[in-house]
């Protein structure tokens, strides 16, 4: 889809909250059509996220909703991932994705400056966005072991090979990227 209405790429605000259910549809979907193994998400924790002002969130100036992504810390905030980056199929190939990663990633070292920030992905083109923002690839051994986190995998398709190398890997690449030395 060609546009030329700007996309805004923004902090969720309560505001927000009634986009979780087709944001969690999109996931679904895409997932789906890629036939990869994304973990669903429940609205209510999309929800929650926009009202603790842990999600960034993209619409054109009319308002159309066109991406989102959160963050979620773990281990007492020594780890913080960036989750559930999504963008509406009539604004991929439109540099939303690069513009949502940035703002997240910036939220993230805003929240917890000192955390180290994970993200896990099958995809090449958030590979690449990670990679620009400093993120290099790493084991399992190197984010978080909160079995919490783990836990939202379960619904993941690929689940099985997860639980059956004992967490320390599986179809997805994580990616950390670790602050400087303060």
Known sequence: METDEEIVVRVATSADVDFALPIVAEMEASAKVRRTGIARRNPLTIKEKILEG??????TKSG????????????????VSNSGLIVAPAFRGLKVAAAIKQKIFELSRLLYPSAKIFSITTGLP???LNTRLGFEPVTY???????????????????PVLAGKNFRNCLCTAMLFCPPEL
């Open 64 to 79: 159309i909703w066109a991406g989102f992504s959160y963050i979620q810390g773990w281990q007492n905030s020594r780890f």
């Open 54 to 59: 842990k999600a960034v969130i993209a619409f």
């Open 126 to 128: 958030v590979m690449k």
């Open 141 to 159: 051994t190197e984010i978080t072991t909160d079995p919490a986190f783990w836990d939202g995998c379960k619904s993941c398709i690929n689940y």
